[in-house]
């Protein structure tokens, strides 16, 4: 069964969702270039790539742009691997859920 991930402060020390926001745009594929721009687009405001990453490293992300990454996460086409696929109990620094076995 897959992991939840939960997008609220309280995922990260220091009350940031940095990991959660890492870990959602991993499931999607995107780069983080075209999260943000899929982010903005939803949101309605911009959103350059470098302030998108600066919320990936810690820096706290307003209410609507929260809200929009969980729009577009939504509506994302994800396919969850079967069991056997991907290690989910490995992680790496690019913010990855699990490297393939």
Do not use: C, H, W
């Not at 687009?41 to 911009?46: L, M, N, S, V, Y």
Request: charged share 20%; aromatic share 4%.
């Amino acid at each position: 069964m897959g992991e939840v991930v939960r997008l609220n402060r309280r995922n990260q020390p220091g009350g940031s969702p940095a990991g959660s926001l890492r870990t959602l745009r991993g499931l999607t594929g995107k780069s983080p270039g075209q999260f943000a721009a899929a982010v903005a687009d939803e949101a309605g405001e911009p959103l350059p790539a470098s302030v998108y990453m600066a919320y990936e490293e810690g820096e706290p992300a307003p209410a609507s742009i929260l809200s929009a990454v969980r729009r577009v996460v939504a509506r994302a086409n994800i396919k969850m691997p079967t069991a056997g696929q991907y290690n989910v109990s490995e992680s790496s620094e690019s913010g990855s859920v699990g490297q393939p076995r």
